[in-house]
């Protein structure tokens, strides 16, 4: 019997009148936009300009959402193209299923096209915006909560989570995957946010650290998970792949640092252009201010005329 444990909601949609709030998709939206605040704020510290985070988001969200959604069913292909499934429910992302793998993948696509359009070095931008990133997974996680689904094994510790009985689920206490998962994505953010700060990583270094710290976690909590999922060699498909984006992140980081080591001094350069023309308009003005003051002088207007000169020395010889 267990004395305490966390409740999961009744259901996860919020009616406001006509209009459905579900709470996956509040998640979402909330992790998306603590994102872009947390990357702007790292990216104008970087000597970038305002909104240029937000600019370049407007590409990679799309296409990260398309791509986590594309990653989803793909691997988990039955639940939606096997006998007596409607194909339709692909397309219902609100009900939940992103696979982070294929968000982060297109997401960078998309990132990659935004960047070129403003002339920024993509791991520049993606340094910035990582911390960001692991936060909104912390927060998009809580979606899983709503939705009641992405639970670990049975469990009778005080932090179990309280599943109720429905389709594809058994009542019971379980262990809160979502919520370990939570936290250990908001260590990530705070490790990365240390890192940077403290060996002043650069080129994307910042961003593989993220990565790698999340597959590191990732790993021995998708371990603890019960839901349906593919199995290569005994291990979960995801398992796998974090084993695998781990090792590619550590071993970018260390070729990183020795081809490319340090961190980039300019992010932006249409900022320092902008600067540049800024400053070159001042001198300018500066000149125009001096020219005028010296047409407005009359001294120097009458020791510098020439036919003035000769008028005068006619006058003083006809008085004479």
Not at 70 to 78: A, E, R, S
Not at 223 to 240: K, P, S
Not at 285 to 292: G, H, L, P
Request: include cysteine.
């Amino acid at each position: 019997m267990n004395l305490a444990s966390i409740p999961s909601p009744s259901t996860g949609v919020i009616e406001l009148g006509p209009i459905p709030l579900r709470g996956y998709a509040f998640c979402i939206i909330i992790g998306v936009f603590v994102a872009v605040w947390i990357g702007n704020k790292r990216w104008v510290a970087r000597g970038g300009k305002a909104g240029t985070v937000a600019d370049i988001a407007v590409w990679a969200v799309p296409f990260g959402l398309v791509g986590g959604r594309l990653y989803h069913v793909i691997t988990d292909y039955q639940l939606y193209f096997s006998d007596g499934q409607n194909w339709v429910d692909a397309f219902k992302i609100w009900e939940g299923g992103l696979g982070i793998w294929g968000a982060i993948a297109l997401g960078a696509v998309g990132a990659w096209i935004g960047c070129r359009r403003r002339g920024i070095p993509l791991p520049a931008w993606a340094d910035a915006l990582a911390p960001g990133i692991a936060v909104a997974q912390a927060i998009g996680r809580w979606g899983n909560w709503f939705n009641q689904e992405l639970y670990g094994k049975p469990t009778d510790l005080p932090w179990a989570l309280e599943i109720s009985e429905g389709p594809n689920r058994v009542a019971g206490t379980y262990h809160p995957t979502f919520l370990y998962e939570s936290l250990w994505c908001i260590g990530v953010a705070l490790l990365v946010i240390w890192a940077d700060r403290r060996f002043k990583l650069g080129h994307g270094r910042a961003f593989a650290l993220y990565v790698a710290a999340y597959c590191a976690g990732r790993g021995w909590i998708e371990y603890m998970r019960v839901d349906e999922a593919h199995h290569v060699l005994g291990l979960r498909l995801n398992v796998w792949t974090a084993i695998i984006v781990f090792a590619l992140a550590v071993a970018y980081i260390v070729i990183s640092a020795k081809l490319r080591p340090g961190r980039e001094e300019i992010v932006e350069p249409e900022k320092d252009a902008a600067e540049a023309a800024k400053d070159a308009e001042a001198v300018e003005k500066k000149d125009d201010a001096e020219a005028a003051d010296a047409d407005g002088d009359p001294l120097k207007k009458d020791d510098s005329d020439p036919l003035k000169k000769k008028d005068t020395a006619a006058e003083a010889a006809d008085k004479s």
